[in-house]
């Protein structure tokens, strides 16, 4: 591993002992004699490690120490201290020390800690880069979406994403419910503490709970040691619960303490831990009904649903598909090693207006199925066969005689005309925030009218009355 590494100590011998057992690996030694020499050299060149005496005239090692912590507090350094320094070198330590070797010492001592020290020097160096690239990955530039939709989303995330208020992320799976999550956090003042996720959809109600809250050792079965749970690893960064809508009712209770008292105790313990975590939650589920229903709870919905986002779905920013299209070919065609750049005007019409039932994950998996089919540089209809496929197959068997042919025509066209009425209900309903009064005086209908809209299609929303305090409920 090549790095640099200057060897402060005012004894001569020691300097060239040092030089002599590092010498044979790939590392650039410089040395100085006391410390207004080193702390010249380290202002002057860029160095990975410092070994350096305690025991010096002059500015001794702890006095460089502070130093050299305060201007490149990235510098490890490793102290040198005789067997009647030991207090010293603990003080140095706590300074900021990488360790301490007592003199004299072996070779290999030497080398060891050497060693630690540049290999955990490269970890800090790697996880530096990850996150520098993470957080520039999650800049609104960089994130695909130039509709009106994904442009409306952008300036929900820049207004929230300073603040710490609780965040609500709703839309269809795979319509990248967690990349706004992740731009939230790392456009935020916490972007360099951790963002941790946590599946809400794959764990049993138990497992969950020792997921979220941690769990002591013997508190159950399997539970061998202790174990930190994700509000205790987030702390102080962001904490992204998915699939929010699958929480039991009894992790629900818990879950409202956490928000409220902003604490909690890990399964089988009876101490209790503060936590100071952003939350933000996402769901493909209506809440809003499932409170209706009585499967969430009312208390808990208002609590997370302070700053919602939704999350539109592919059909729904139909201009995006080609960027995002061309985006996921670079990125498949550079991994799968295909020079494939370009996607025919076919394919293309025919990426535009297909459904999306899988949103963005689908059209990634679809562009990646492509490139693997493609024999040259172009993408091609032909590449395309399981959404032509999709797109062509009936939701009803094909009709075998003219009385089918009948049956079948009158079914498609009720459907058709169920399908328009229900979307019609649903999206002036959202256009509106829930409020019935609103929405049939917006389509101009008559109130109950547009509540026999509602009941035929089971659409159920609880609505206040504005200007009233009065319930305005389907």
């Not at 100590?9 to 040092?18: A, F, G, L, M």
């Not at 208020?165 to 269809?172: D, K, R, W």
């Not at 205790?232 to 809508?245: C, M, T, V, Y």
């Not at 395309?384 to 498609?412: C, G, H, M, Y």
Request: one cysteine or more; proline letters at 3%.
């Amino acid at each position: 591993m090549s790095a640099k590494i200057l060897i402060v100590d005012d004894e001569e011998i020691v300097i060239r002992s040092c030089r002599r057992i590092l010498g044979d690996s790939m590392l650039v030694v410089d040395s100085a004699n006391d410390g207004q020499d080193a702390l010249r050299k380290v202002d002057e060149t860029e160095y990975d490690l410092m070994i350096l005496d305690i025991m010096m005239p002059g500015i001794d090692g702890l006095e460089v120490l502070q130093h050299v912590k305060e201007r490149h507090p990235t510098v490890d350094v490793i102290m040198m201290t005789g067997l009647s320094e030991i207090q010293t070198a603990v003080k140095a330590m706590k300074l900021g020390a990488f360790d301490y070797l007592s003199k004299p010492f072996d070779p290999d001592e030497l080398k060891l800690v050497v060693d630690r020290a540049l290999e955990r020097r490269q970890l800090q160096q790697e996880n530096r880069k990850l996150k520098t690239e993470v957080s520039s990955k999650y800049r609104f530039e960089n994130i695909i979406g130039s509709s009106p939709p994904m442009q409306a989303v952008f300036g929900l995330i820049a207004k929230c994403a300073p603040t710490n208020s609780t965040v609500l992320i709703t839309g269809e799976s795979g319509t990248g419910k967690e990349m706004i999550a992740r731009a939230i956090h790392y456009n935020s003042l916490r972007k360099d503490q951790p963002f941790v996720t946590v599946d809400c959809n794959t764990l049993s109600e138990s497992l969950l709970e020792s997921e979220l809250f941690g769990h002591t050792k013997g508190s159950f079965t399997g539970a061998v040691a202790n174990k930190r749970g994700m509000f205790e690893i987030a702390n102080n960064g962001s904490l992204f619960l998915d699939e929010f809508g699958n929480i039991p009712l009894s992790t629900q209770a818990k879950l409202l303490r956490v928000i409220q008292e902003r604490e909690f105790r890990a399964v089988g313990s009876t101490a209790t831990q503060k936590t100071n975590v952003r939350l933000i939650t996402a769901t493909n589920k209506d809440l809003k009904a499932m409170v209706l229903e009585g499967t969430f709870r009312e208390d808990l919905y208002y609590r997370i649903n302070v700053f919602p986002i939704h999350s539109p779905a592919l059909r729904e920013r139909r201009d995006d598909i080609p960027a995002l299209a061309f985006h996921f070919l670079k990125i498949f065609s550079a991994e799968l090693g295909k020079p494939v750049s370009e996607i025919s005007d076919g394919a293309m019409s025919l990426l535009v207006n297909y459904a999306w039932p899988g949103n963005v994950r689908e059209l990634e998996n679809t562009m990646q199925r492509a490139v693997i089919l493609a024999t040259d540089h172009i993408i091609r209809q032909a590449h395309l066969a399981n959404i032509i496929e999709n797109t062509q197959r009936p939701d009803f068997e094909v009709p075998r005689t003219s009385d089918d042919l009948k049956r079948v025509k009158k079914i498609a066209r009720e459907k058709s005309v169920e399908d328009i009425e229900k979307m019609f209900i649903q999206e002036t309903l959202r256009r509106n925030a829930s409020n019935v009064t609103r929405s049939a005086e917006e389509t101009g209908m008559q109130r109950a009218n547009f509540q026999a809209l509602m009941k035929k299609y089971n659409i159920r929303v609880r609505d206040t009355e504005y200007g009233a305090g009065g319930a305005d409920a389907a």
